[in-house]
């Protein structure tokens, strides 16, 4: 008679799955990887499905790696487990397995991965910090672990940012130029002019219909402008990137002249020993970024929706500065950071589905 029930492991980390799994493999145990069961566990992405008569095996083997840590070997009613697996999102099956995508934006200050299946179903924006290549390994790793799927469901992985040439495991690799347009044009059709102001860089993108580029301007040689020159300027006046909007709103800015982040670090230090308060070199720092995003945004033609993207844009009074210089309102994404992400999970999407 068929087994009415099924044998599970469960583990604290991805990795010690992996670990017990490659031993299982050695000792040529049988066993199957399978996201973990979500009424046993949230802790990890995966679980091993083994035979129950395999039990006092797994746990010798165990005994004898006690570097690998599990949760416990648990059994369920088959028929329970199998609609918790398949249920979810059944029309996104494809051979039995659910079918994702995953774009991962390595950005100069902060990787951002995106888990798409024509959804955004999750994200995850981690610090770069020295290895891009890294970065972009432990992100896809978190967005396995907090969704608890499994890697072989991942069907296409792009790569996009200035890291991307770094990600030797992604399928293709997108310009972010590219993807931010697709990224945008996801959450807001009538998008045609994209600006975006990122940690080190600024550009100003300009879409067709679609979502297709059709023209670009870029900024990648001064950090002016950028991410990197609002945290300078906050750091010389004492304050988190956090507070810029209360400490600058509705105070007569001290006009900031000097548009490279060396010089105006000085020029800010000058400022604040003649008297001038934080309060107003704070509004003077906010019209000197939004200046040099009009400058760049002048640049092409502008119509129809415009987005304001990256982690500049979380700011909402350069957002408001902006828009007064232009005289027009600027669309700002939910999450700012994660439209260049977006956009090479739906370009990966998009490869799946013509397959």
Not at 183 to 190: I, R
Not at 308 to 336: M, W
Request: charged share 20%; aromatic share 6%.
């Amino acid at each position: 008679m068929e087994s009415k029930s099924e044998t599970f492991i469960l583990f604290p980390s991805h990795s010690d799955g992996l670990a017990l799994e490659k031993i299982l493999k050695t000792n040529r145990v049988k066993y199957t990887i399978v996201p973990t069961p979500r009424d046993l566990s949230k802790c990890c992405g995966i679980s091993i499905l083994i035979d129950p008569q395999d039990i006092h095996l797994i746990e010798d083997l165990l005994n004898t790696n006690s570097l690998i840590s599990i949760d416990g070997i648990h059994t369920l009613k088959k028929r329970k487990v199998l609609s918790l697996i398949y249920s979810v999102r059944s029309s996104k099956l494809q051979g039995g397995f659910l079918m994702y995508s995953v774009g991962i934006d390595s950005g100069s200050v902060a990787t951002k991965a995106m888990l798409f299946d024509g959804e955004i179903v999750e994200k995850v924006i981690i610090p770069t910090g020295w290895s891009p290549k890294t970065a972009a390994k432990e992100a896809l790793s978190l967005l396995l672990i907090k969704t608890k799927i499994n890697r072989h469901e991942i069907k296409k992985i792009i790569g996009t940012g200035y890291g991307r040439v770094s990600m030797s495991f992604a399928d293709k690799t997108v310009t972010e130029i590219t993807c931010h347009g697709r990224g945008a044009h996801f959450f807001n059709n009538k998008v045609r002019t994209i600006l975006d102001i990122g940690g080190q860089d600024s550009k100003v993108i300009s879409l067709d219909n679609n979502g297709n580029v059709i023209d670009f301007v870029m900024n990648d040689k001064c950090a002016a402008g950028t991410g990197r020159f609002l945290q300078v300027m906050s750091n010389v006046l004492g304050f988190d990137v956090s507070e810029l909007d209360n400490l600058a709103r509705n105070i007569e800015p001290e006009p900031i002249t000097s548009m490279c982040t060396v010089f105006a670090e000085s020029e800010v230090i000058s400022l604040l020993a003649k008297g001038v308060s934080k309060e107003q070199t704070a509004s003077g720092i906010v019209h000197s970024i939004a200046n040099r995003g009009v400058s760049i945004i002048s640049k092409v033609s502008l119509s129809d929706d415009i987005a304001f993207t990256g982690g500049v844009a979380q700011s909402e009074i350069i957002k408001e500065a902006i828009e007064s210089k232009i005289k027009r309102s600027l669309y700002v994404p939910i999450n700012s950071q994660i439209v260049g992400a977006l956009g090479a999970a739906v370009i990966g999407w998009n490869l799946i589905k013509k397959r």
